[in-house]
């Protein structure tokens, strides 16, 4: 894959230092986001920022073909990769409502059981 600037492309965050993010783009190709890179803002922190493992949105800067190095920024896009959805399907099960239902009255005895206690 040919990286270049301006391209944004996905990557997972493999690496944290206080000056900066290292990226891998793929088993050649890696990168340094560096810290003045992360934000417009003061950067107290670069955990508030990603994890190890994130996998993560990120901009080209600079390319170095021959080395497989990048120069990367998160400054200028949404580089958080979010699905929408949590990956698990809730299965219905075949008795549906009819559970609660049929134990319902028994709770609601229970909880006014422990209510005239007080």
Known sequence: MKYTKGRIVKGIVTGIES??????????????????EISYS???SINN?????????????EADEENGH?????KNIDYRITTGKSGRRIRETPHGFATLAYKLP?????????QEKF
């Open 49 to 61: 920022y990603v994890k190890l493992g994130d996998n993560i949105y990120v901009e080209i800067l």
């Open 19 to 36: 000056y900066g993010i290292f990226v891998s783009l793929d088993g050649y190709y890696s990168g340094l986001i560096h810290i003045s």
């Open 42 to 44: 003061y950067v107290k």
């Open 106 to 114: 028994y709770w609601i005895e229970e909880s006014l059981k422990k």
């Open 70 to 74: 990048l120069k990367l920024s998160i």
